[in-house]
């Protein structure tokens, strides 16, 4: 039986196994390799491309690299771009074969231009005026503005211009007519000049009370003074001021704005007084104020000056009367001053005294020591004080002790010697008495009225209404005129007597603010008639 011949095995095995296993790492060195070529992009081909760019009206061929982009192949080209130049298309497209650049040269340019403001036209009513009496009030005009255009061009060819800065040069001044629209009040025959405050401006008439103009139009008048001149041709008047440490200012015009301009008096902060004085032609008596932030809005001076000027609007300061002063107890507030008929010596009133000074060397002589009234509040109670036409008696309110009272009584105070005479209890602090014209008896006596304000609830004075009151100078013959029983009353002001008696009625009348209305209230009748409507009336004086 024949063998086979020995065969070993387990070399072979070792070998395939190697060879599975070397199979094996050349398969996943292959998948590897094919993941990895998978993950790296795929690279482009170097090549040139040849794009045409136009530009300052020349078009020029250029090769570049592929996948440049515009702005690279403009400075390839050498072409430089201006700040404002633009291109088709834009800076960062990539470029390919074929294709086209535009280079837009853009500038821009500044020009300033002037244009006509048109004033506006502006109608305004007014209740003064008769019906349909028209009066121009401020002539219109024309402003200017200055407008600088931003234009821009491209390749020298305007696509736009834009206003980029407006400065207005002038100002347009608008042009105001007013309308007279006044309600058909009874017209009456007056003597002298009246002048009233209406809405800050100053009104005059004269003649009849449909005879009115405008003498203040700045519209600014605050109606701290407001005074006419002892002939009327003249208007001494405050307005209000937009400095910050002035109040306001004192001005003099004449009443017929035809006669000259207003002047400028060159004095501020008046308050309480300024006055002309009697006989002396453009001579002022005034007081003044330190201003301040604190309620009343003023530190009183209680001082006493001078001055005159003249038509062409020279001022010249007189020697000062009194220097400024504390002015005795809640001095603060301020004291009143008051021209006697004589044009030599001036009543003073404050809180705590009334009494006299001589214009000429200031000597300040005291009538009548006060109890002042508590307030509790940031304002003073000064008596309301004037002159009787005689030039002997004062007309004032005196305060009855303790100072939380009451009592105001109005007296008649003898100038020379102080005599001190109770004419009408219970009056209330606001009664402002005045007398009358003088009339001349057949004795050769002067005889007057004293018109007041009567207070309808006096024990609450400082709150209540009040009444026209008339009646003789020693108190007698009293009588209510104006207004009615029933109606509510008026606030309180200083009344005003006619010069002279109105020639249809025969008798002296009264001028009085109702509602912020004019009236004129018969002195003897008590017959009321109105004379303005607009509710915007707040001074009146009458020479």
Same mark, same amino acid.
């Given at each position: ?42 690279? %482009? ?5 040849s ?24 400075? +390839?080209?050498g072409?430089?771009q201006?700040?404002?130049?633009? *291109?088709?298309? /834009? ?88 309308? &007279?629209?006044?309600?058909?009040? *009874? $017209? ?25 103009w ?17 002939? &009327? ?52 008596a005034?007081?003044t ?13 209680n001082?006493?000056?001078?001055l005159?000027?003249?038509?062409s ?13 504390? &002015? ?23 809180p ?7 214009? *000429? ?21 000064? /008596?309301?004080?004037?002159?009787a ?33 109770? %004419? +009408? ?14 009339k ?37 013959n ?10 509510? &009353? ?46 915007? $009336?707040?001074? %009146?004086?009458?020479?």
């Amino acid at each position: 039986m024949g063998s086979c011949p020995f065969k070993d095995t387990s070399v072979d095995e070792g070998m395939s196994i190697r060879t599975l296993v070397i199979i094996k790492w050349v398969i996943l060195v292959g998948i590897a390799f094919s993941i990895l070529s998978a993950c790296v992009a795929p690279q %482009v081909k170097e090549g040139h491309i040849s794009v045409d760019i136009s530009a300052d009206g020349k078009t020029i061929a250029v090769d570049i690299p592929a996948g440049t982009t515009v702005d690279s192949a403009l400075n +390839a080209a050498g072409i430089i771009q201006g700040p404002l130049d633009r *291109t088709e298309p /834009p800076l960062y497209t990539v470029l390919d074969e074929g294709s086209k650049i535009k280079v837009i040269r853009v500038n821009e340019e500044f020009s300033v231009e002037q244009e006509i403001i048109p004033f506006e036209s502006q109608i305004v009513q007014n209740e003064s005026l008769p019906a349909d009496q028209e009066h121009w009030l401020q002539l219109g005009e024309n402003g200017l503005r200055e407008i600088t255009y931003r234009k821009v061009f491209e390749d020298g060819k305007e696509i736009s211009s834009n206003p980029i800065k407006s400065v207005v040069l002038k100002e347009a001044v608008p042009q105001i007519k007013m309308i &007279g629209v006044q309600k058909p009040f *009874t $017209t009456l025959t007056i003597p002298g000049r009246l002048a009233y405050l209406a809405d800050g401006n100053a009104w005059v008439m004269e003649k009849s009370t449909n005879n009115r103009w405008q003498a203040v139009s700045t519209g600014d008048l605050d109606g701290r003074v407001f005074s006419l001149s002892p002939d &009327g041709e003249w208007l001494l008047y405050t307005r209000k001021s937009e400095e910050d440490d002035t109040i306001n200012t004192l001005w003099a015009a004449p009443v017929d704005p035809e006669s000259g301009d207003p002047i400028d008096l060159e004095v501020s902060n008046v308050i309480h007084f300024a006055y002309w004085q009697p006989g002396v032609p453009m001579t002022i008596a005034y007081s003044t104020v330190e201003p301040r932030s604190a309620p009343p809005g003023w530190q009183a001076n209680n001082d006493l000056q001078m001055l005159t000027f003249s038509p062409s609007g020279f001022v010249r300061p007189l020697p000062v009367i009194v220097e400024p002063n504390s &002015g005795g107890l809640y001095g603060w507030w301020g004291t009143s001053f008051a021209w006697a008929p004589d044009g030599v010596t001036l009543a003073y009133s404050r809180p705590d005294e009334i009494g006299l000074i001589d214009s *000429t060397s200031g000597v300040q002589t005291p009538l009548l020591k006060l109890t002042p009234a508590q307030t509790f509040a940031d304002w003073a109670w000064v /008596p309301g004080t004037s002159w009787a036409p005689d030039n002997n008696f004062l007309l004032s309110v005196d305060h009855q002790p303790p100072v939380d009272s009451q009592q105001f009584d109005l007296i008649s105070l003898s100038a020379p010697d102080s005599f001190t005479v109770k %004419v +009408a209890p219970g009056v209330g602090m606001f009664a402002y008495p005045i007398a009358s014209p003088a009339k001349e008896l057949l004795s050769g006596e002067k005889s007057y009225q004293i018109a007041f304000l009567q207070a309808i609830f006096p024990v609450q004075s400082e709150t209540s209404r009040y009444r026209v009151v008339v009646m003789d100078r020693d108190g007698s013959n009293r009588k209510v005129l104006f207004p009615e029983e029933g109606s509510p &009353g008026l606030d309180p002001q200083e009344l005003v007597w006619s010069p002279q008696a109105l020639k249809e009625q025969g008798n002296l009348v009264i001028a009085v603010l109702s509602e912020n209305n004019l009236w004129f209230v018969d002195s003897v009748s008590g017959q009321a008639w109105q004379i303005t409507g607009d509710g915007l $009336t707040s001074r %009146v004086d009458w020479k």
